[in-house]
């Protein structure tokens, strides 16, 4: 079956322009989590939903990142007036249970950020 | 703060010998345990997980090793395989907020044949 997927691939913008990067998780998967993982970097988390619950944000560096997620499947994360050292690879991973225990969290191939 | 670290970003190994990869962690809260690997240009994908209540698991090549007071955890790859060359993270989650999980730098494994 199809995994998760991320668009674009790729993404270059200038300082200070808005971006929205996509993510669609595996059918069914009710967590959806986006991380960062900036050079040299672990994965840092970012957000957190899981179904109709209010989405953990705990991990979100500012005011300019947000994210959504409609109808319980595909999400947006939108960083307004993005700054260089927003350049990182963004990654989705989305999971069938909040069961962290015995969950397995499936990883799109990310989207590569650069900001001049 | 960094909770979870990968103090080795690198590693080489010879094919059909052991690989040892090594994270620590200062969270005494932190009691799940996963190794994820990843290729260039792809996510990571989950390669095996621990819980506190257990100091070792094993699925074939692969096996973690827990210990808890030194907060520290290995995954072994025995024996090691040229496929097997990628980058390793380890990640840790706490009891109180199992949905986020805390991931290491990563430590970029190379097998040669």
């Known amino acids: 079956g199809a995994g998760v997927s991320q668009s674009p691939s790729n993404k270059v913008t200038e300082k200070g322009k808005d971006v929205e990067l996509r993510c669609d998780p595996i059918s069914g998967h009710t967590a959806l989590y986006w991380y960062r993982q900036s050079l040299g970097q672990g994965l840092e988390f970012l957000i957190y939903?899981?179904?109709?619950?209010?989405?953990?944000k705990s991990g979100l560096p500012s005011d300019r990142f947000s994210a959504e997620r409609t109808g319980g499947s595909v999400s947006t994360l939108t960083i307004q007036r993005t700054q260089q050292e927003d350049s990182a690879v963004y990654l989705c991973?989305?999971?069938?249970?909040?069961?962290?225990?015995?969950?397995?969290?499936?990883f799109g191939p990310g989207t590569r950020l650069t900001v001049l | 703060d960094q909770q979870v670290k990968q103090n080795s970003p690198s590693l080489s190994v010879q094919e059909g010998r052991i690989s040892i990869l090594n994270c620590d962690y200062t969270n005494s809260m932190f009691d799940y345990f996963l190794w994820y690997k990843k290729y260039p240009a792809e996510g990571p994908t989950f390669l095996i997980s621990?819980?506190?209540?257990?100091d070792k698991n094993e699925d074939g090549r692969f096996t973690v090793f827990l210990n808890k007071s030194a907060k520290h955890l290995s995954l072994h790859i025995v024996p090691s395989q040229p496929g097997d060359s990628a980058v390793y993270f380890c990640a840790a989650s706490g009891r109180y907020n199992f949905n986020k999980f805390y991931f290491g730098s990563g430590t970029k494994l190379n097998v040669k044949p």
């Open positions: 939903f899981q179904g109709n619950s209010a989405p953990d």
């Open positions: 621990i819980s506190s209540i257990k």
């Open positions: 991973a989305s999971s069938l249970t909040p069961q962290g225990y015995t969950d397995t969290q499936y």
